[in-house]
């Protein structure tokens, strides 16, 4: 049993939900890395132009704030109480979902554009699913005694976000 795991040895949803946010950033990341390695992709790039879409200092301060969610996601999935994490974590993939999709619509996506494509919708309509079923609030933090030495004994959170 993890630090984090409740008594019975089952993840707490907000670290499912934390742990999900994060290999989805990774599918973005590693998608984005691939991408700079397809020459087509980089002379577009370096031409400033990418399907047709101008790489302005906007259109990435954009991009920036629409990455910024997922991420945000991460630590949010692991503080907010209850109710907020389960709306936020419906209300972030209702807005990425249809984000990622029509970027299929700009120029030709590549096969593993498309493949990630497929992995992030996937594990942004898993997130929204586990979200959807979420219906008990868990506790944030329980107490359980750490044996340090010797007998001694702390109280530890079994299930906090730190």
């Known amino acids: 049993m993890g630090p984090t795991a409740n008594t019975d040895g089952v ?3 907000r670290v499912k939900l934390s742990t999900l946010w994060i290999f989805l950033m ?18 577009a790039l370096m031409t400033g132009s990418v399907g047709g879409i101008q790489m302005t200092e906007s259109f990435i301060l954009g991009a920036s704030i629409l990455m910024e969610i997922p991420m945000a996601m991460v630590l949010l999935s692991r ?13 972030a993939p209702a807005l990425l979902i249809p984000v990622q999709l029509s970027s299929l619509f700009v120029g030709t996506p590549t096969s593993y554009y498309l493949f990630f494509s497929a992995v992030e919708v996937g594990c942004l309509v898993f ?4 979200a959807w079923k979420w219906t008990t609030a868990e506790p944030a933090f329980e ?20």
């Open 143 to 162: 107490r359980r005694p750490v044996a340090l030495d010797s007998g001694t004994a702390l109280t530890a959170s079994a299930t906090s976000p730190w």
């Open 11 to 13: 993840e707490p949803t």
């Open 127 to 130: 997130i929204a699913s586990v």
């Open 79 to 91: 503080v907010l109480q209850h109710r907020a994490n389960r709306w936020m974590n419906l209300g």
């Open 26 to 43: 990774f599918n973005y990341l590693y998608c984005d890395v691939l991408g700079v390695h397809d020459a087509e992709v980089l002379k």
